[in-house]
């Protein structure tokens, strides 16, 4: 498998994403998180939302760039999951 050195903006990401699912964290609930960094620079993140009653789960990088689009943000950079 080939792999690639992190660089200093994918750490960042790292730990944009982190935060959030630190801040947002439920037990049984939040157990992914994704980042992506948008073409201006800015980071999105988001965790993923578990569904146990009748609904679909709805996964972070959805959430993310969900996030992103509705703000006005239509060129993405760097996308990172978790």
């Known amino acids: ?3 690639f050195d992190l660089s200093q903006e994918d750490l960042e ?5 982190k ?3 630190i801040s947002l964290y439920e037990d049984d609930k939040h157990h992914v998180w994704a980042a992506i960094r948008m ?3 800015e980071i999105m ?3 993923h939302i578990e569904a146990y009653i009748g609904r ?3 996964c972070a ?3 993310a760039i969900g996030s ?3 703000n006005g943000y239509k060129d993405f950079d760097t996308k990172l999951l978790q």
């Open 19 to 21: 935060k959030k699912i």
């Open 68 to 70: 992103a689009l509705s």
């Open 13 to 17: 990401l790292i730990d944009e994403a």
């Open 56 to 58: 679909v789960t709805v």
């Open 45 to 47: 993140s988001a965790v």
């Open 39 to 41: 073409k201006t620079g």
């Open 61 to 63: 990088e959805a959430i």
């Open 1 to 3: 498998m080939k792999t």
